[in-house]
């Protein structure tokens, strides 16, 4: 098609007529159907000869006519009547033919004979030109005139002039693509892979005459002498290669997957920042990267494993990262369907694994029974390492559901250790016993000290044996029984059991296999023999395939830094107890949360979510380093040390319902230490602190919130002791409560601190003398045993101030003395100051004043500076 008719109605008809036209020996050596002519007799019957199309005008094809000059003089009328077709519309050049000219004066007479690099030998001599078929019969119009064809030479597209620039006012050159009929494929000249052809000099008069131009082609209006080089040939230019298909799939992966290890890798610096914008970057690649999966699962082309793998990829990054439960029940309500259609079991078991996170999200009863039939199907399939996998699920639900020490969780827990027992894997086994003892230390039941050291018997059975031994275990054994020490309130056993724990810790400060954050756990499972593939590559986060025949099991426990952390305050509350150096608990106490403010990220990535999870461990556990310092800070009457321990967790704003009880306790300790007695008997009369009848730990509630209630009805006792705040009434209400819950508690601590409180108050009616020797007696014996110091001190100036005021003799002088000892030791200013005072009412009924009048200014100093020390 000539450039100046790409748009035309014109050279669209002319393309209709001239599409079937072909090169004369291009016929011979293809020759096409042709129409028979009619049967007539005689020269007289052919039809007229058409004329055949014409080569170009080269001295090897000259005189192509044999029928004389009129054939010749018809196509010269042609192109004088298609060139003035052409003045008539606006005619472009294509950058493919950026050096068109008539081929006229390319190839001039005199010009060498020389071939057409790009033609074979059978073009090089001209054949006759077969005639054209006779028009069809029925058609009524005469058809036009066919044009001749026209070749370009090859040669000449190789010419890399650059193209003349538009005005610019001219629109861009462009014209529709098509493939010629004449050849193949005519490639652009950028684009060509063929051998280039050897070019034809042009004749350098024309080289004169070419414009020196740049840029798009040029619109040619004013050039009357330029003929169309190819009026009478249906070309266009060569389809240009189209982009190659590109598998996007593969691609959509590995995009996912780039975003989300991008997003793990800055989780820990987002969950201590929480920086909007650091949110905002963490949430964008979260969500490109879930929606690059979703793609992937729309599409078509996944084959069935790997849609299951998909379908639990997934969702697993929903449940972590989002809250989109439904749609994550629905993505592996899929894969599961997949994966029972193709028996893929190990993708199988994680799909069900991670079902039953989501639905115990959702609902916890049906989580609950759902994990039962799960549990069913691997016992009657014998895949024992699922069997463990959703035990341990079990017992993490009931851990989380506050049900860890009823007969279900701990028989669970024991089914869990008969198994690894007969299958002798011992790394199961203890891990079944450290967790069965666990649940047995929250309940605090009659035997629960027995059954605690019984799971660490069965473990220690087993701590000789090197192949199953890991520094986690060996440190969780040992803080199992470090805690259970401090609730038996034996602290000289408890600082022995403390020793070794810190001596195991620098053993393994410099542990390769144990990382300093999140750390993960290995348990060894022996592989059944002939059996099938249950544990695969693709189950890694929760089984592990291993070597020489043994599969792991991986469990989330403490890492190394955490472990520290948690030593730490355990050896601040043992250090509180001995009270040789009343500012070593608080220095334990304070590494502890410098320890863990300084805490690094891990080596591993991590979902933001599970960074926030520890993240938020350990500001629970700063916190309460901070409540505890400040508990103690109270025992020594540094109100502006508890002011600032206050400060320092009301900043941080732990979730805790724990934390937050102990936090308005000290609240409440602050204010009554400080003379505010109306808002600290206001704090002890919140519901928080509110006590049932019998006793009985609050529903949503624990063990410690019912001990800090009863501590609080207690303290209401002695600020009723204040003439101001007296109500009688309501002190006997509160004593008839607290009877039946203090006198058979199993807290050693919890007896002893309501005997010191009945001895200390005065009701109406009074207690008998006998009553208050049995609670002076009661208060001292609890005292010693539990090896508390302030109990002691106490103990011992309450029993001076009721059995021994305004007495004379030898034994109230040495009940004074005592109590004023004691009180030094406890290092509370505020009981030395009133044992000095006793003392010194004792030495004065002895006769002593000298002795008398210097520890009544001792006790003044004392109290002077009890007093500064509540202007905070």
Same mark, same amino acid.
């Given at each position: ?29 293809? #020759? ?121 030479? #090859? ?71 330029? @003929? ?11 389809? #240009? ?23 793990? =890798? ?200 090197? &192949? ?72 890694? =986060? ?92 109270? &025992? ?26 102990? &936090? ?101 009616? @009074? ?106």
């Amino acid at each position: 098609m000539p450039p100046g008719e790409a748009y035309g109605t014109q050279g669209q008809q002319q393309h209709q007529q001239h599409q079937f036209q072909v090169h004369p020996q291009a016929r011979q050596l293809h #020759p096409q159907p042709q129409h028979l002519p009619p049967l007539h007799s005689g020269p007289q019957a052919q039809a007229p000869p058409q004329p055949p199309p014409s080569l170009l005008t080269h001295p090897q094809f000259a005189n192509q006519y044999p029928n004389g000059t009129q054939p010749y003089q018809q196509h010269q009328q042609h192109q004088q009547h298609h060139q003035h077709q052409h003045q008539q519309h606006v005619q472009y050049i294509h950058s493919a033919y950026p050096q068109q000219r008539p081929p006229a004066q390319f190839y001039p007479n005199n010009a060498p004979q020389q071939p057409y690099p790009n033609y074979n030998g059978a073009f090089h001599q001209p054949t006759p030109a077969p005639h054209p078929p006779p028009l069809p019969q029925h058609t009524h119009t005469p058809a036009p005139m066919p044009v001749p064809a026209q070749f370009v030479n #090859p040669s000449y597209l190789q010419q890399q002039a650059p193209a003349p620039r538009p005005p610019n006012n001219a629109p861009p050159a462009s014209q529709p693509q098509s493939t010629s009929m004449m050849s193949p494929q005519l490639p652009r000249p950028a684009q060509s892979t063929t051998p280039k052809p050897m070019p034809v000099k042009p004749s350098p008069k024309l080289e004169e005459k070419r414009p020196p131009s740049r840029g798009t082609p040029k619109l040619l209006t004013k050039d009357p002498r330029r @003929p169309s080089s190819s009026a009478g040939v249906t070309k266009s230019p060569a389809t #240009p290669h189209g982009p190659a298909h590109v598998e996007t799939l593969p691609l959509l992966l590995c995009v996912a997957e780039d975003c989300f290890e991008k997003a793990n =890798a800055a989780a820990h610096k987002v969950a201590k920042t929480m920086g909007a914008s650091e949110v905002a970057e963490h949430h964008r690649l979260v969500a490109t990267g879930l929606g690059c999966l979703d793609v992937a699962l729309k599409s078509n082309k996944l084959w069935p494993r790997l849609e299951a793998r998909l379908c639990l990829r997934y969702t697993s990054v929903l449940i972590e990262e989002t809250t989109n439960i439904t749609e994550a029940e629905t993505a592996l309500t899929r894969g599961i369907s997949v994966c029972e259609k193709h028996r893929f079991l190990d993708l199988k078991y994680s799909s069900q694994f991670l079902l039953m996170k989501t639905l115990f999200q959702r609902n916890q009863k049906a989580a609950f029974k759902s994990i039962e039939s799960h549990i069913a199907d691997c016992t009657t399939y014998k895949h024992i390492p699922w069997i463990y996998a959703f035990r341990f699920l079990k017992a993490a639900f009931h851990l989380q559901s506050g049900t860890a020490a009823d007969n279900n969780a701990i028989e669970n827990l024991r089914k869990i250790a008969g198994i690894a027992n007969q299958r002798n894997d011992k790394g199961i086994f203890v891990v079944a016993m450290l967790l069965e003892g666990l649940a047995h230390l929250s309940t605090m039941k009659d035997d629960w000290a027995t059954r605690v050291q019984m799971c660490i018997a069965q473990i220690s059975k087993l701590q000789l044996d090197e &192949t199953i031994r890991t520094p986690q275990t060996d440190v969780l054994v040992l803080l199992l029984d470090l805690a259970c020490s401090l609730h038996q309130k034996t602290h000289q056993i408890s600082a022995q059991k403390l020793s070794a724990l810190q001596r195991r810790l620098e053993e393994l400060k410099q542990a390769p296999d144990w990382s300093s954050q999140y750390g993960e756990m290995l348990l060894p499972i022996n592989r059944m023999q002939n059996a099938q593939q249950i544990v695969s590559i693709d189950t890694r =986060a929760v089984l592990r395939p291993g070597n020489d025949g043994v599969d792991y099991l991986v469990i989330s426990t403490l890492g190394k830094q955490e472990a520290w952390a948690l030593a730490y305050v355990l050896n601040g509350i043992v250090a509180h107890y001995k009270a040789t150096t009343p500012g070593r608990s608080s220095g334990m106490w304070g590494e502890a949360v410098r320890l863990l403010e300084d805490s690094k990220p891990g080596p591993s990535p991590q979902s933001l979510p599970e960074a926030l999870k520890q993240a938020e461990w350990a500001t629970e556990l700063s916190c309460y380093a901070h409540l505890l310092t400040g508990l103690q800070a109270s &025992t020594l009457s540094d109100w502006a040390k508890v002011k600032t321990c206050l400060m320092a967790v009301e900043q941080q704003k732990p979730k805790s319902e724990f934390l937050a009880v102990l &936090t308005l306790y000290l609240e409440g300790v602050f204010h009554q230490g400080t003379a505010a007695l109306d808002k600290a008997t206001e704090i002890w009369k919140d519901q928080q602190f509110k006590l049932d009848w019998n006793g009985a730990p609050k529903p949503s509630g624990s063990r410690i919130v019912t001990e800090l209630s009863i501590l609080a009805a207690l303290n209401r006792l002695w600020i009723m002791q204040d003439p101001v705040q007296a109500d009688e009434a309501q002190m006997a209400e509160l004593v008839d409560l607290l009877r039946p819950i203090c006198e058979d508690n199993p807290d050693q601590e919890i007896r002893t601190v309501y005997n010191l409180v009945l001895s200390s108050i005065r009701m109406n009616p @009074p207690p008998s003398i006998n009553q208050v020797k049995r609670h002076i007696q009661q208060s001292l014996s609890g005292s010693q045993q539990t090896s508390n110091t302030q109990y002691l001190a106490m103990a011992l100036n309450i029993m001076r101030a009721r059995l021994f005021e305004n007495v004379v003799g030898e034994q109230a002088l040495k009940s004074a003395r005592a109590g004023s000892a004691q009180a030094r030791k406890s290092g509370n200013v505020l009981w030395m100051s009133v044992a000095e005072g006793m003392l010194a009412q004792s030495y004065e009924m002895q006769g002593a004043l000298a002795e008398a009048r210097a520890a009544h200014e001792t006790g003044v100093r004392l109290a002077n500076e009890a007093f500064a020390k509540t202007q905070v």
